[in-house]
């Protein structure tokens, strides 16, 4: 089956602790993208790859990091510094950056302990 | 700024009816208009993509207009399901191709 998986499903983290989130796509997508998604806001963007080796800064990248080491995978890293990571985080990919339609992960709920 | 806001922000129909969710936004320049519909706890489906040149578009019982020129945007639903219970989000991609989402719409469909 093509398409984007991420994992876990639910992730609970402890503080000062940092945590991975996993996203994985087999649609041979050029752009990845990470999002965030908090009650009754719109998907704030966190970092977004065009390519290999390659990624930017999205509006609130403070407190995250990102490799794009693989095509297929951009995992998130949600480190210490992030104060409030409580959040429900969406992978998302897309044949390039340019009018084209990105196709969303099933998410991954962080919750804080 | 770029903004995009949505009206209302939650609805409630019966089963059967149609219903229009609005999308007004501030994006400039104008690249292009999708709406997404997101289940609870799921990630968003696309619906429809919009040029600037587009001023509608349908997939099924959901058809998309856009006004370039007011910057309004509508999602009408015909013969609402049960299955059409979710979030309506409203995405505009200006020249930074950066896109700006909306808060959705919360649509409750009742038998």
């Known amino acids: 089956d093509g398409g984007i998986t991420q994992s876990p499903k639910y992730l609970f983290r402890k503080e000062g602790q940092n945590v991975t989130l996993s996203c994985e796509q087999n649609?041979?997508?050029?752009?990845m993208y990470w999002y965030r998604q908090d009650p009754g806001q719109g998907l704030r963007l966190i970092y977004y790859?065009?390519?290999?080796?390659?990624?930017q800064k999205g509006d609130i990248a403070e407190g995250y990091s990102v490799s794009r080491e693989k095509k297929e995978s951009f995992p998130l890293t949600v480190t210490s510094a992030q104060k409030n990571p409580t959040a429900f985080y969406l992978c998302?990919?897309?044949?390039?950056?340019?009018?084209?339609?990105?196709?969303f992960g099933p998410g991954t709920r962080l919750l804080v302990l | 700024k770029n903004q995009v806001e949505q009206s209302p922000q939650s609805l409630i129909i019966l089963e059967g009816k149609n219903c229009t969710l609005q999308?007004?936004?501030?994006?400039?320049?104008?690249?292009?208009l999708r709406w997404y519909k997101q289940d609870t706890g799921r990630g968003p489906v696309s619906l429809t993509i919009?040029?600037?040149?587009?001023n509608t578009k349908s997939n099924g019982r959901y058809t998309a207009t856009l006004d370039a020129d007011t910057k309004q945007s509508s999602l009408h639903i015909t013969a609402s399901q049960l299955s059409d219970s979710a979030s309506y989000i409203c995405?505009?991609?200006?020249?930074?191709?950066?896109?700006?989402f909306g808060r959705g719409t919360s649509l409750i469909v009742h038998p």
């Open positions: 998302a990919s897309s044949i390039g950056v340019v009018q084209e339609t990105q196709y």
């Open positions: 649609l041979n997508h050029d752009a």
């Open positions: 790859s065009q390519i290999v080796n390659d990624f």
């Open positions: 999308c007004n936004y501030t994006v400039s320049p104008f690249s292009n």
């Open positions: 919009m040029t600037f040149s587009e």
């Open positions: 995405v505009v991609t200006g020249g930074s191709y950066i896109p700006t």
